[in-house]
Every structure is written in structure tokens, then in C-alpha cells.
């Protein structure tokens, strides 16, 4: 038995109909079982379990297509942290166990997950000997010992670098109504270092792990700004190259939804749909 901890976000371990402590779970999914399914990237569609780890170090924000300042759909982990939970990673493992069913993948993400990367090696050298797929969601930011642990472990590495677009500006800040903090000053800072990310594509090769590229693109500067990225990786193939539309819900999201296609058109790039949210919305925890 581990001791070691990870601080969950306030939906945690979803969708989920049991947990580890016997507590019964009504999934807010509208789904009579427990589980979803992957929305983005190229396990789309496949039936999985998330884990949400709290805490982030950037602070994206976007400008719709109207110039309204949109925050990330998750900034209870970064901008707004709440009701966060520190529980035992044996504690995870279990209630994963618990509601598997046939579900054989799990999606650990965040905010960031690889800042509790000691405790994560923890949590993913275990679910590996339970042969669980294994998909990590980054932002491509954090390089460091247990990361080069972790990356052989796993099935798919789910890389997001953000681009400038995300970046917290004070006319973006203004319109939200929040104060500027270290964290949205340095959020630029962060994201214009490629280097973690760079060992982080170059461990992806050396290992053979799968990995994708995944851009949110909500203005028509994104494009260069990707190849920008790109041309400074050790990228082997533009297959890994995945863009999605911006948009917390639908309607928003169906608005940018043919630029992204043209950009991936234009680039031989591949264009992920966002199926959570066509299907249930803007909901969280599913
Ligand atoms: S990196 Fe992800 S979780 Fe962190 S602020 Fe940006 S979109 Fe939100």
C-alpha cells in the first residue's frame, strides 16, 4: 500500500456511480451508467474514465469571436480554484477500479497534472499493472524526472501548448472583472519556453509512446502561431497535429468550427471534433 496523495479538482474521479468509500454517486451525465467517452483528440469517442488533478500554472484566457473574453473550462483548477480534495492515490485506484465495467481507458488531466508528477508516477505505475490505457493531458510545460518516468508508462500523450491567443491580457483581465496576479504575468513567460516541451516530444520518439498535438484555435493569427510551435519540435510527422475549435459551448464552438477545418485542411494536420459538448453541453463532470 502507497501513501502518496494527489489533490484532485472538485469533479475528480468522473463519471463515476461509486466511490472507494462506499459513497453513492448520481452521474451528472444523464447517463444511467458509469463512465463517458473520450471527446477530443484521436481517442475520440472511445468509453473512459477521467481523473481531474487541480492546479495549473498558466491562465488562459481567449477572446471569442465577438472579443469577449472567455476563460478556460476549467478554471476551477487555475483561475478560480475551489473545493479541491487531496486523497491517497490508493484511494483513486480503487474507485476507478470499482466503476471500470468494460472501460479499459483513463484520461488523467487538470489543470495540469504533471505539476504532481512524483505522486502520478505513483498512480500510473499502478493502474499500468492493471493494464489500464492510459491517456495524460498536458500542457506541455513541465519537464522533469518522474515526467521521463511516466512518459514509457503511457498510451497517449495529449499535448495542448497554448498559444498567444491564450494569453491573459490586461483588457482581457478588465472585462472578467480580475485582478492581475504573478500567475497571469507569467503565464506569457511559460508558454514562450519550448524547451520542456521540446524533451517532452523528444521522450514521446525515444520511447514510443503515442502522442498528439492538440491546438485550440480561435483567431486566424493561431495558424502561424502553430507553426511557430512546430518548427522548433523534433516532430517527426504532421500527423500529430491535431486542432479544435474554441468554444465552451455549442454554438460558440460551432462558429470557429469551419476555420479549424480549413486550417487542418491547409496543413495536412487532423481536425478533432468536441463531442463532449455537443452531447452534454457545457456540463462539468462528464
Ligand atoms: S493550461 Fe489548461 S487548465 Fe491551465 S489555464 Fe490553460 S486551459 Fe486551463
Known amino acids: 500500500m502507497t501513501t502518496a496523495t494527489l489533490t484532485l479538482a472538485r469533479d475528480g474521479i468522473f463519471p463515476i456511480t461509486q466511490s472507494a468509500d462506499d459513497e453513492v454517486v448520481m452521474p451528472v451525465s444523464g447517463l444511467s451508467v458509469a463512465g463517458t467517452i473520450q471527446g477530443e483528440g484521436i481517442y475520440a469517442g472511445v468509453p473512459s474514465l477521467f481523473v481531474r488533478l487541480q492546479g495549473c500554472n498558466l491562465r488562459c484566457i481567449w477572446a471569442d469571436s465577438k472579443q469577449h473574453a472567455q476563460t478556460c473550462d476549467t478554471a476551477y483548477t487555475s483561475l478560480f480554484p475551489t473545493e479541491a480534495k487531496q486523497v491517497s492515490v490508493e484511494y483513486i485506484y480503487k474507485t476507478l477500479k470499482i466503476n471500470r465495467g468494460k472501460i479499459n481507458h483513463v484520461v488523467i488531466t487538470g489543470g495540469e497534472p504533471l505539476l504532481q508528477s512524483a505522486s502520478l508516477l505513483t498512480l500510473v505505475d499502478k493502474l499500468q499493472s492493471d493494464n489500464w490505457l492510459i491517456t495524460i493531458e498536458t500542457n506541455g510545460t513541465v519537464w522533469n524526472e518522474q515526467v521521463v518516468q511516466i512518459i514509457p508508462k503511457i498510451a497517449l500523450l495529449s499535448i495542448s501548448p497554448k498559444l498567444p491567443s491564450s494569453t491573459p491580457t490586461i ?116
Do not use: C
Not at 171 to 189: D, F
Not at 211 to 222: I, M
Not at 225 to 245: A, F, R, T, Y
Open 171 to 286: 483588457e482581457k483581465l478588465e472585462q472578467l472583472g480580475i485582478e492581475p496576479t504573478e500567475a497571469t504575468r507569467r503565464h506569457s513567460s511559460i508558454i514562450s519556453d519550448v524547451e520542456p516541451l521540446k524533451n517532452i516530444v523528444r521522450a514521446a520518439h525515444t520511447h514510443d509512446t503515442n502522442y498528439q498535438l492538440k491546438f485550440v484555435v480561435s483567431t486566424p493569427n493561431d495558424e502561424s502561431d502553430i507553426h511557430n510551435i512546430l518548427g522548433s519540435l523534433p516532430l517527426e510527422s504532421e500527423q500529430h497535429v491535431v486542432v479544435m475549435p474554441m468554444g465552451t459551448d455549442a454554438h460558440e464552438m460551432h462558429a470557429a468550427a469551419l476555420a479549424a477545418t480549413e486550417m487542418a485542411i491547409r496543413n495536412g494536420w487532423r481536425y478533432s471534433p468536441r463531442l463532449h459538448i455537443d452531447i452534454f453541453g457545457n456540463k462539468e463532470g462528464v
